[in-house]
């Protein structure tokens, strides 16, 4: 069994036409899986040629904007087109936050209730296929900590806690493993024993990026924001096969810069490296 991944967004909370925020796409097992949905995640996924309804289910590493920025659009387009519900998996209080969208007072909720209860909007609905009356949208939310675990037919994900910005979000980096690949994906992580292992052999390594080296941050951000070679060190650490570095922010996209971060990861990293692209696709145990 092989997994493949998409870049649906590789950048950070900065507006960027180059970079959409947070948002990756893992198939394994005729499953698709969406790690994180930031802003402009969600026409992302329509350029790679999937449908909101293609989800089965969405996991946040942690609820910063920039990570679920796009999670409403996501729900409405999918639950528009085909009412299809899909699970979802992240730290709390995502199970507030999707009652206060999509709950019977919540944001969406007049919305939602003109196109349940009006005749021209339910013949709509009728006329794509669907029948009356029209469900209310509902999802599976499930809130998770750090040491979440869950376990499918032929696949199984991990996570453990990441330091990023406790106490206010818990955050998490997450493992999928299918009996004979494993890919990891860091969240927004300062390095740390918990991640390591988690780490451990894997055959892609997606972690973010979010400062160079050499460039100076206030000491309170220095231990959370490591740097390509930081990254690339503890990868080779591991017994990593390939790194992607992601979450690049507007001022490290020039030419020069990325071609400094590759020679940094070259010099401390023996596997496959590289820095993550919107809507490039990466095959996993292949």
């Keep these: 069994m092989s997994m493949r991944l998409t870049i649906l967004g590789s950048g950070s909370p900065e507006p960027c036409m180059r970079r959409a925020s947070s948002g990756y796409l893992l198939e394994i097992a005729n499953n698709k899986l969406l790690f994180d949905c930031g802003g402009g995640v969600f026409d992302r996924l329509l350029a790679a040629g999937y449908r909101p309804s293609d989800i089965d289910c969405i996991l946040f590493s942690h609820l910063h904007s920039d990570h679920m920025m796009d999670f409403a659009r996501l729900v409405h387009a999918a639950w528009d087109e085909s009412g299809k519900s899909f699970q979802v998996f992240g730290p709390p209080p995502i199970g507030e936050i999707t009652d206060k969208l999509f709950g019977r007072d919540g944001v969406f909720a007049h919305d939602i209730r003109a196109r349940t209860e009006l005749a021209p909007s339910q013949e709509v609905w009728v006329a794509r296929g669907g029948s009356l009356p029209r469900p209310w949208p509902s999802l599976g939310v499930t809130e998770v900590l750090p040491g979440f675990a869950h376990a499918a037919e032929n696949w199984q994900i991990t996570s453990c806690e990441v330091p990023h910005a406790q106490p206010a979000l818990q955050c998490m980096a997450f493992s999928v493993t299918d009996g004979s690949s494993k890919f990891v994906y860091s969240g927004d992580a300062g390095i740390c024993d918990e ?23 206030h000491s309170a951000m220095a231990d959370m924001t490591p740097t390509p070679k930081e990254i690339a060190s503890m990868a080779q650490r591991c017994g990593v096969k390939r790194l992607i570095l992601t979450h690049f922010r507007a001022h490290m996209d020039s030419p020069e810069i990325q071609a400094n971060v590759k020679r940094e990861l070259s010099k401390n990293f023996s596997g496959i490296a590289g820095i993550a692209e919107d809507l490039q696709i990466c095959d996993i145990g292949t």
């Design 195 to 217: 991640l390591e292992n988690l780490c451990q052999s894997a055959d892609l390594l997606l972690h973010w990026c979010y400062r160079l080296d050499g460039e100076q941050t």
